[in-house]
């Protein structure tokens, strides 16, 4: 009898032109685009679940871990450009989620999470769960707010959205109270949030292209989030028409083909030492897109904070990052496309004088990553597996990671050969790799989907495995196995050797584990056993993971400890 009630309810609601606040929600969601949302579900945003019962065609992707979904969402938004969109629930939800909107603001990911909260009436109380979910998420977002009334939901998500993609692509949290979700409210015309794209002035290109006319030793360092087919094409004939060498900052390794002669390396936490030189010794960096954070810069001392050695023409969308840190010569406030698209049709500057120089950065970058140029103890040789995944993998081919020393050989060796193919943390946030790849399997069915994750990365999120299989999504995950946390010892072993305390792990059978998911899982012990288990995984419609045992004390590709507790 209730249920008749609330239906007839409902009806002359629909009839009266008035939506709940739930109901609102999605359609604002719907009205956007959005295809796909990522959720641990909780009692507190009901009305959305029921909702989108009703709209089949958003696909609601549950997950095991509010991390693991709002990696998933971070993840799906590097690869759309669009919001990647999170629910989850107050208190315990939100805080566990908020490792993925750290990973979002870190790396310029436009991405929405919503946080269910207490009724208004007892907010302020210390109620079940409730968190000032503002106040916690104000740090690590470009805004964060409640929601106060049913009848302003549309417009709350319109300025998400927004924010969100305007600028500097970064993370935006809302908290939506119960009862605002169960109100009702007449609906309102919506409209998709265009993507705003700031274009620079002919006299800023005029600025850049005079610098570069002055150079002798260029370097372009391209980075950021939000990149499409077009620009990145623009920016690879900008780098061309001018013979540049193009560098890219960390974990941007996909913004240009890395087989290209004039692709020189990237900038991360194991830059080789050839190119850090180079870096130091350029009289001019053009910097598309990258913030020139730390990790690109090797603590600001490849380029010095404020005034740097070299000259800077700082190309950026967001005002506020220009000058920040360094004093721009040339400093243009422009989005990625825009600006791209504009250097590319510049004229063309005659690059004879400093295409020897692009040949030297070429020649370095191809001899550090070439896997006979390192050793390995132990029967594995891991570059030798890198270089064989990237031999098997399409172009199209997706490759995520988390954070742990075995991403230096991931990097160093894995050749990406076109955008939106590396999904990886600049947060350096562990536990990245799995939940991104399920959400780029579901973005792209089609396309392979290789996760590489240290045991203690993997081990952050294995229960996303039962994610993949609920969802459908055959991901191949290659966990580096080691038994130690490998980054802290190195550090361990550099500051403190022979001191071990707190880098040791005992593991689970990972086959089993793997297997126990439904997973086909396979154990690898030598270099010779991971190319016939890695092209069963390719070529099998199923998740499989493939667990690769290798020598702790091979903590880099140049870092080995020749006994325990003594380093080299």
Known sequence: M?????????????????????????????????????????????????ALHDVPEIQLVVCRHEGAAANMAEADGKLTARPGV?????????????????????????????????????????????????????????????????????????????????????????SVPEDVLTDVAAGSGLHRTPLLQQAPSSEDVARVRAALAAAERPVLIVGGSGWSDAALADLQRFAVDNALPVVASSRRQDLFDNRHPNYAGHLSLATSRALAARVERADLIIALGARLSDVTTRGYTLVR??????????????????????????????????????L??????????????????????????????????????????VAHVDKLLPPDGIVTNGAGNYTIWLHRFFRYRTGHTQLAPTSGAMGYGLPA?????????????????????????????????????????????????G??????????????????????????????????????????????????????????LIDVHIDPSQLTPDFRLPAAGAAR
């Open 344 to 385: 590319a049709g510049m004229p063309r500057i005659d690059p004879a004088r400093w295409r020897p120089w692009l040949a030297d950065m070429r020649l370095e970058y191809e001899q550090s990553t070439d896997p006979a140029s390192v050793s390995m103890a132990g029967p594995v040789d891991l570059a030798a597996i």
């Open 2 to 50: 209730a249920e008749a009630v609330n239906r007839i309810k409902d009806e002359a609601r629909f009839v009266a032109g008035e939506r709940t606040g739930g109901q609102l929600l999605v359609d604002a969601l719907r009205t956007e685009g959005l295809d796909r949302i990522f959720c641990v579900p909780g009692e507190s945003y009901l009305e959305v679940l029921d």
């Open 305 to 342: 904070a404020p005034r740097a050695a070299q000259r800077i023409a700082h190309i950026y969308p967001d005002p506020n990052e220009i000058g920040r840190v360094y004093e721009a010569d040339v400093g243009l406030v422009a989005s990625h496309a825009a600006a791209a698209a504009a």
């Open 437 to 485: 790849a399920v959400a780029a399997k579901l973005r792209h069915p089609r396309r392979p989907v290789v996760c590489f994750a240290g045991d203690g990365c993997f081990l952050m999120y294995p229960q996303e495995l039962a994610t993949a299989i609920q969802h459908q999504a055959p991901i191949i995950v290659v966990v580096v196995n080691n038994s130690i946390y």
């Open 487 to 544: 980054t802290i010892r190195m550090h361990q072993e550099r500051r403190y050797p022979g001191r071990v305390s707190g880098t040791d792990m005992v593991n689970p059978d990972l086959v089993a584990l793997a297997q126990s998911f439904g997973a086909h899982a396979e154990a690898v012990t030598t270099t010779a056993e991971f190319a016939p288990a890695f092209e069963r995984a390719l070529s099998s419609d199923r998740l499989s």
């Open 86 to 174: 999170a629910f989850v629930t107050r208190g315990p939800g939100a805080l566990h989620a908020s490792v993925g909107v750290h990973t979002a603001f870190h790396d310029s990911t436009p991405m929405i999470l919503f946080v269910g909260q207490v009724q208004r009436e007892i907010r302020g109380r210390e109620a079940f769960q409730e968190i000032d979910v503002a106040a916690v998420f104000a740090p690590i977002t470009k805004w964060a707010a409640e929601i106060d009334r049913a009848d302003r939901i549309p417009e709350f998500i319109h300025r998400a959205y927004s924010i969100a993609t305007a600028g500097r692509c970064g993370p935006v949290v809302l």
